[in-house]
């Protein structure tokens, strides 16, 4: 069963306007989530990270939100950009594989295309 | 960039043959991860460690065995590669227990014919 799930496997975006993406989790236990940007041929990337304490977390063009209640968060990215589109993968920490490594458990990642 | 190297970049193996994937870091992380990336499977864990000749498995563990002699090198083998395990093999560290960001390598894209 996946723990992390990424619904929208695609998204595209006209460049200018705003990009969401969006992250289910069903392991309650999680309390640390994380998005990473990966482009083809390279490893994945640190982008923002949020922990359950908090239901909104900023850096630059981009926010992630979290409904703790709803078990989601989502990625906001504004405005978007060409060099944006990548594949874009929600991680959270705890639960089954976590324990006190609080290993990342990944999304499947949602690709994303900024149109210019 | 955070100072992480994986060995081989690619690599084309035959059936049956073991295979050894070997990670270096210079950041002096304790932790370190393997992931494997799959189409429509995302990034996996495989196996990790959280210190020097301490590791535990992961979600797909299976097939792999990993050591980790000094902080800087985990190594990651397939005792007899099968052809299900043809994918890219992701490293990552971390200096906690990953509630901050982990940092991965550029990737090792195995192929098993």
């Known amino acids: 069963d996946q723990q992390v799930k990424q619904n929208s496997p695609s998204l595209s975006v006209q460049e200018g306007r705003i990009s969401i993406l969006n992250c289910d989790y069903t392991?309650?236990?999680?309390?640390?989530f994380l998005w990473y940007k990966k482009y083809p041929a390279e490893g994945p990337t640190f982008l923002i990270s949020?922990?359950?304490?908090?239901d909104k977390n900023e850096d630059g063009r981009f926010t992630v939100f979290l409904n703790k209640s709803a078990k989601h968060l989502s990625l906001h990215i504004v405005p978007s950009q060409p060099g944006d589109s990548a594949v874009y993968f929600c991680?959270?920490?705890?639960?089954?594989?976590?324990?006190?490594?609080?290993?990342?458990?990944f999304g499947k990642g949602t690709k994303l295309s900024v149109k210019p | 960039d955070a100072g992480i190297t994986q060995s081989p970049r690619h690599k084309v193996t035959e059936t049956g043959t073991p295979v050894t994937l070997r990670c270096h870091q210079t950041?002096?992380?304790?932790?370190m991860y393997w992931y494997r990336q799959d189409p429509g499977h995302g990034l996996r864990l495989i196996h990790y460690?959280?210190?020097?000749?301490?590791?535990d498995k992961g979600e797909v563990s299976d097939g792999y065995s990993v050591s980790r002699s000094k902080t800087e090198d985990f190594l990651l083998t397939l005792e007899s590669a099968t052809s299900s395990q043809t994918s890219v093999y992701f490293c990552?560290?971390?200096?906690?227990?990953?509630?901050?960001?982990?940092?991965f390598g550029q990737g090792t894209r195995l192929t098993v014919v």
């Open positions: 392991n309650s236990m999680f309390d640390y």
């Open positions: 991680a959270a920490s705890g639960g089954r594989y976590g324990g006190s490594q609080g290993n990342l458990i």
């Open positions: 460690s959280y210190g020097v000749k301490d590791t």
């Open positions: 950041e002096n992380h304790r932790y």
């Open positions: 990552a560290i971390s200096d906690l227990i990953m509630n901050t960001e982990a940092f």
């Open positions: 949020i922990s359950s304490i908090k």
